[in-house]
């Protein structure tokens, strides 16, 4: 039976990284929104088009896009293990829409994760880099206009699956390989490694 995953946390919490290290020791499948729509920009097709624009205003694309990418994943992978969502849903309407996407196909999302980060240390580390390396840093507006727009969305999305179940928290803060532990004893997996 599918066990299916929600990685929520703002950007440079590591979701990605953690969804990769899960996918390949257990045999799940990120799906990244985000990803998508960079191959979808790289490729240059009509759709990436549109999404480079909004992306680059650090706006969310709209809903039906996002939600039809993973309904197309979903179509047309073999069925995982389980399915690690990174980076969507990041509104109700998108939640509403995966669930309904997996009741069609009799699953559920199983577990949400909160992977938590101190935006404030995250923001000083980037400072600091571009102090380091003599430039000024864009970077460090860009970062704060998208962890604005996390706890914007996070505010939304957090309580609609609080409503169904607890949400454990990781902390992201800690070292890659420690983050992975936390998540594999939420997991219930590979405890004694
Ligand atoms: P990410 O790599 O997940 O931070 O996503 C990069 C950008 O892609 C976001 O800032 C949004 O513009 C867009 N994006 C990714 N996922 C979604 C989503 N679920 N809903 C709307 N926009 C998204």
Excluded: W
Excluded at 80 to 95: E, K, L, N, S
């Amino acid at each position: 039976m599918a066990f299916n995953i929600v990685f929520f946390g703002p950007p440079a919490a590591g979701k990605g990284t953690q969804a990769k290290i899960i996918e390949e020791k257990y045999g799940y499948v990120q799906l990244s929104t985000g990803d998508m729509l960079r191959t979808q920009a790289a490729a240059g097709t009509d759709l990436g088009v549109m999404a480079r624009d909004i992306m680059n205003q650090g706006k969310l694309v709209p809903d039906e896009v996002v939600i039809g990418m993973i309904e197309h994943c979903m179509d047309n992978l073999e069925q995982p293990a389980g399915y690690i969502f990174d980076g969507f849903p990041r509104t109700v309407a998108q939640a509403e829409a995966l669930d309904a996407m997996l009741a069609k196909r009799g699953q559920k999302i199983d577990l949400v994760m909160e992977l938590k980060v101190d935006e404030d240390q995250l923001i000083k580390r980037v400072e600091k880099r571009a102090k380091e390396e003599g430039r000024l840093d864009d970077n460090i507006e860009a970062m704060k206009t998208r962890f604005a727009q996390y706890r914007d969305y996070a505010a939304k999305v957090l309580p609609y699956y609080r409503a169904q179940g607890d949400v454990p928290a990781v902390d992201g803060m800690r070292p890659i390989d420690e983050v992975t532990m936390q998540i594999e004893a939420v997991l219930g997996v590979n405890q004694a490694a």
